[in-house]
């Protein structure tokens, strides 16, 4: 999920990582498919397709599959790709509230399948409304932090809009507005500093910290289980986690 990975121990990162590389193949493959049926397949003519192109090899998506994906959205290969965008909001342990994106072409799989990890990992599903007013949409490009410091890179990229550069876990997170985000992501390219990724995320207004292992526990297991449907794209929370709660966690 966004920003998740500082709330995984190494345990946890390294029992998940396979699985989690393959769902990214798969996140980028429908937002190619979605671009290229908006679009079309050129991508001289499709921004929107140059882009979830650009990030798809960026991210290592093997140039088979995303040619593939170009012509399975066009509909060049007699499929009908046809995508809906659903978000379900949700409360997770100890007050905290979750966000769920998904793109598919099935709704009431989706649905089903969302509520069915929700209710079985400690979480409920709330109203429409009652947990998106706790996010803001922000554009958010994610880099290491080791061999970086925040002044380098606010060096490197205020003038193309960022708003605040956020240490998170072992990571920089630099914000901006979702228009601002291209421009960012651009001038990082142009100062030769790499990032890991350039997303518009839902990012929460107020965190809301899980004080103990029980509830971190289950706050982890129930974003594992969200993330693991085909249908989810994305997972945001409000969650914070603190170093202790992860050292507990580690030695259970």
Excluded at 108 to 125: F, I, L, Y
Excluded at 137 to 151: H, I, Y
Excluded at 217 to 241: H, R
């Amino acid at each position: 999920m966004a920003g998740h990975s500082k709330w995984a121990t190494t345990k946890h990162k390294k029992a998940v990582i396979d699985a989690r590389r393959a769902k990214a193949f798969a996140k980028y493959i429908k937002n190619i498919e979605v671009a290229a049926r908006a679009g079309g397949a050129d991508l001289a003519g499709n921004p929107a397709l140059d882009l979830a192109v650009s990030k798809a090899k960026k991210a290592s998506v093997p140039n088979d599959n995303i040619d593939r994906a170009v012509k399975r959205g066009a509909g060049l290969t007699g499929e009908v790709v046809d995508y809906a965008e659903i978000m379900y909001e949700v409360r997770g342990p100890q007050g905290s509230a979750v966000l769920v994106e998904c793109l598919t072409d099935n709704k009431n799989r989706a649905a089903a399948e969302v509520r069915t990890a929700v209710t079985r990992n400690g979480g409920t599903m709330a109203d429409s409304g009652s947990v998106s007013f706790l996010f803001t949409r922000q554009g958010v490009v994610r880099l290491p932090a080791e061999g970086r410091t925040e002044d380098e890179l606010l060096e490197a990229v205020i003038e193309a809009g960022a708003e605040e550069v956020v240490l998170s876990g072992d990571e920089f997170e630099i914000v901006s507005d979702p228009s601002d985000l291209r421009a960012v992501a651009e001038a990082l390219d142009a100062a030769g500093i790499d990032y890991e990724s350039d997303e518009t995320e839902f990012v929460p207004t107020m965190k809301v910290e899980l004080e103990d292992a029980k509830g971190a526990g289950t706050f982890l297991k129930l974003a594992d289980a969200l993330e693991e449907l085909d249908d989810v794209q994305n997972v945001y929370s409000n969650v914070d986690i603190s170093p202790e709660v992860l050292a507990e966690l580690d030695r259970d």
